[in-house]
């Protein structure tokens, strides 16, 4: 069963995918059909939900889970919304591979299934995801692009959707726009509601406490559109801690990303004047 806020993303993310779709020429639903399939998945939802039971429970670290990966989504997909509104194209665009439908669908498929390697721990988990990813890739893009005319666009989103689950740790070279927004908009999910499960559960000293205590200064994350550069993301916290998550995390994750030169990063405590990092 869903949670408030699960149903409470979910609602967001499908009328972020309509917008989005509405901005095109083509109006190519296949985004939205791909949304609501993994929505609606029963075994994504399980892998998800315990992903978040192993990262909390037994690992000690913050939220890994449904909401987590949903989270990302909504934040990759608002940085490729603010670049497709700059006429900045995607990768599968630039290269002529796909259209920029595919990058949203491959987008949505590793940003639900990034952390699925969570379900059997912390080490090299992007490339457990990967593997316990394959399947349900190809049974999601079966279902919206059935048939053999659609064998080399099934291809191309899988391959995009691959680099960006195997890539959002920032630990190996990537180099598509759209695997550099995962990666960013990973780090950007920080806030100090991610924080509040393992911080209740757990009062005695750990190896991701840094993280928690960090985490949980973290009051916003604001993805806009920028003003030097197409995208600025702005973090508010409520104390010092919080420069930890944005120097060791978020910052590290944005200078391995293809997308870095799109970016203005600005973070502080309110009330102080913020920091520019990019």
Known sequence: ?????????????I?????????????????????KLLIDDDEVQAIQDYANSV?????????????????????????LKILYQSGIKTSLENEQ??????????????SFMHDFGMTIGRQDHELYSGILAADLINRILKTTLPGPENLHRRVVIRSMAFEGILGHMGTRKIYSLEAGLILIADGCDMTKGRARIPMELNKTPSVGDIHKYSANSIEKVKILAGQEKPIKIEVNMSADVGFFQIEEVLFQKINSSPAKNLIELYAGVIGSEMKRYL
């Not at 069963?1 to 993310?13: A, R």
């Open 15 to 35: 009328t972020l995918t309509k917008e989005i779709i509405e901005l095109t020429e083509d109006k190519d639903l296949l985004p939205l059909k791909i949304m």
């Open 97 to 110: 591979c796909g259209s920029f439908a595919d990058s949203v669908s491959a987008i949505i498929i590793a």
């Open 1 to 13: 069963m869903k949670s408030p806020k699960e149903i409470s993303v979910n609602e967001k993310l």
């Open 55 to 79: 990262s909390i429970v037994r690992l000690g670290y913050n939220d890994h889970g449904p909401v987590h990966m949903r989270t990302v989504c909504r934040n990759a997909l608002k940085m």
